[in-house]
């Protein structure tokens, strides 16, 4: 129905519809009057990225997984660092005098590191130095031979029993005389005749005693002379080596890793006083399986890890393999049919020295993939 406001606007002509059942007509561009093509969009459509990235993803995880369980498996073996440890014991006993060393201290070969005090090994040294006197001076007596006053003296006493025997002879002749006669009893002439024997023997002693002044000492006597002084050397050396080791030195240059013992305490012999520790002769110690130790000879190198100097690597030498197994390190399991492995002991030692390596720092390598 027409309205009666003239001013109104006329309304919109209605949109021509196509026949085919209401789509919109193409849209004419300019005056060329053709309809326009429809442009496409050819980038992915944003429902598709995630999905993939998760496929990117689960196949990054995939390879990684094969990777991690096909390579192959690295085989650590650990060491030790290890030095030359000296127990430096005494062969004697006694309290300990003096310890002029101090725990960590380096000491040159040589130096004092225990005295001992032992009064009875003192005074026993002692008695040895004159025992020697006296077998020196016996045998200077006898080298030396029978005084002449002896001599004189054994003479005289000789002479003495010949004039007694003399005297005696002379009784015996008057006294038998006077018997044959019937002048003196028979007993008498017996008294006589036991004086005249009793003479006679004295002069046979005397005679032998002068002789053996005469001649001196004999070759046994001076012999023995002899034996007796190199006994009493013999025993001044054994009794002076105890004294020597009453005062302990250092066998190599090298430092003190202990006091065992402090000043004032008895001590045997045999007892460790001090322990010490070549720094000068350091290696590290390694326990190889069996299996392992078939790739390995004595003078290969390869390279180790020192944790405690920051993983500091370091080459190092095989200069000893034990000769025989001693411990199973790995034992079998009855289940799989293995057997016990036995391990040997390896000595490695660095090419360079390090002054920083200390004994009982780790060691570790890579056996598989060592150089």
Excluded: C
């Excluded at 008695?127 to 020196?136: L, T």
């Excluded at 036991?194 to 006597?221: C, F, I, M, P, W």
């Excluded at 004294?243 to 890793?257: C, K, N, R, T």
């Excluded at 040997?344 to 004994?359: D, G, H, M, T």
């Amino acid at each position: 129905m027409p309205t009666d406001d003239p001013q109104a606007a006329p309304a919109p002509p209605a949109r021509s519809k196509a026949l085919d059942g209401g789509a919109e007509a193409p849209k004419i561009h300019g005056d060329t009057g053709r309809p326009s093509t429809l442009t496409k969009d050819r980038s992915p459509s944003p429902t598709r990225l995630p999905a993939i990235i998760v496929a990117v993803v689960i196949a990054a995880v995939a390879g990684l997984s094969f990777w991690y369980l096909l390579r192959p498996l690295p085989l650590l073996v650990q060491g030790e660092v290890d030095a030359t440890r000296f127990d430096i014991a005494a062969r004697v006993d006694g309290r300990v005098g003096e310890i002029p060393v101090e725990r960590g201290q380096d000491v040159a070969a040589g130096a004092v590191l225990v005295r001992i005090d032992n009064p009875e090994t003192i005074a026993k040294n002692e008695q040895s130095v004159a025992a020697k006197v006296v077998a020196e001076a016996q045998l200077a007596n006898i080298n030396v031979g029978t005084r002449p006053e002896v001599i004189a003296a054994r003479k005289a006493e000789l002479e003495r029993a010949q004039a007694s025997v003399v005297l005696a002879q002379k009784t015996y002749d008057r006294i038998s005389q006077l018997a044959g006669h019937g002048n003196a009893p028979i007993a008498q002439l017996d008294q006589a005749t036991d004086s005249l024997h009793e003479d006679q023997r004295a002069v046979d002693q005397a005679q032998s005693t002068y002789d053996q002044a005469v001649n001196g000492y004999t070759k046994e006597e001076h012999e023995i002379a002899e034996a007796n002084v190199g006994k009493a050397i013999a025993d001044i050396k054994e009794v002076q080596s105890i004294i020597d080791q009453m005062v302990v030195y250092a066998p190599v240059a090298s430092q003190v890793y202990q006091r065992n013992v402090e000043p004032g305490e008895y001590v045997s012999p045999g007892v460790p006083l001090v322990t010490l520790i070549d720094l000068n002769d350091l290696w590290i110690h390694f326990d190889l399986r069996e299996d392992l130790v078939k790739t390995l000879k004595v003078g290969d190198r390869f390279d180790v890890r020192i944790p405690a100097l920051s993983d500091r690597r370091v080459t190092v030498e095989v200069k000893l393999i034990a000769t025989k197994g001693e411990y199973a390190s790995w034992r079998a399991t009855r289940a799989t049919g293995d057997f016990d492995l036995r391990t040997f002991s390896i000595r490695a030692y660095p090419v360079n020295k390090v002054p920083e390596l200390r004994p009982g720092m780790s060691a570790y390598l890579d056996w598989r993939t060592r150089q």
